[in-house]
């Protein structure tokens, strides 16, 4: 491990600690309370998504990609979590839609600009397999929300079974992009990703997900306690929280590795990243949020 890589270990870390002490110390402001807890939730993001890429440099961009959205996921689960029984309803809406705006849209037309200024006739070149099911799978979602919104805003006899409806989808959908994830990884035809020799062991790369998964459960309460003070001390609304704040949180780090992936030539890979990020929002948190909703 290089030594700035373990100087950001201890700031994460320290980060960490503060965000605690602030959630349980009485008498501490409530912005710098929740600036801390965002600056720690940023930070732990990076560790997932440091230590998920060194696992997957033994494996090819397809695999790596997945996991480093999945578990880099994991932060704004938690935060749209702990939102969502905290009553903030907003927040989590507004969270998984900036997510989905953020990673699909903004973060895209990034990665498809770092790469096409690396190539010398000025076009980004990558496979086309990933983008197109992407693009399938998000309609597919989409069009199952819409169906739900209509059902309940009709009014009609089938509105009242509109829970059921959103379960039924919300399995069937699930089950499609399970077979897909199944015939996504086996397409990975490159054996390793040996560009960058490891620098962490596999027994280490485990642990370290396994810690700042649990660290982010932790920090993720933190955050969601400090936001609502904080929201009211800096004026700002709810879903400009969920929307602008909670979506950079969640998904800075990764947003940045996936640019980094495409300006290094990495291309498949950085999109790997930066798409099944949106993809799996709106497959699974979406769908849960809708849910419940209607209890």
Avoid: C
Wanted: hydrophobic share 55%; net charge neutral.
């Amino acid at each position: 491990m290089r030594p700035i890589e373990r100087g950001l270990l201890a700031a994460v870390a320290v980060a960490t600690a503060t965000a605690g002490v602030t959630r349980y110390v009485h008498g501490v402001s409530s912005v710098l309370a929740f600036v801390v807890a965002t600056i720690a939730l940023a930070g732990l993001a990076w560790i997932v998504s440091f230590a998920t890429e060194q696992l997957g440099e033994r494996t090819g961009p397809a695999v790596t990609g997945f996991l480093q959205s999945t578990v880099g996921n994991l932060p704004e689960f938690f935060v749209v979590l702990f939102a969502l029984n905290a009553g903030q309803l907003v927040v989590a809406q507004t969270a998984i839609l900036g997510s989905i705006l953020s990673n699909a849209l903004l973060v895209l037309g990034l990665v498809i600009v770092a790469g096409a200024n690396r190539e010398r006739d000025g076009v980004m070149r990558f496979s086309a397999r990933l983008p197109n099911d992407t693009a399938t799978l998000l309609l597919i979602s989409t069009l199952i929300i819409i169906l739900i919104a209509l059902t309940t805003g009709s009014h009609d006899p089938a509105s009242h079974h509109s829970r059921t409806i959103s379960i039924v989808g919300a399995v069937a959908i699930l089950v499609v992009y399970g077979l897909w994830l199944m015939q996504y990884l086996r397409s990975d035809a490159q054996p390793a990703m040996r560009v960058d020799r490891p620098r962490l062991s596999i027994a280490t790369s485990l642990i370290l997900l396994t810690v700042t998964g649990t660290a982010a459960a932790f920090v993720s309460d933190w955050f969601v306690h400090a936001l609502e003070p904080a929201i009211q001390a800096l004026h700002i609304s709810q879903a400009f929280a969920g929307l602008v704040i909670v979506a950079i949180a969640g998904n800075a780090v990764e947003n940045v590795v996936g640019i980094q992936l495409a300006a290094r030539d990495k291309t498949d890979y950085a999109l790997s990243v930066i798409l099944n990020s949106p993809l799996q929002i709106a497959l699974v948190l979406a769908h849960d949020l809708r849910i419940f909703q209607q209890r």
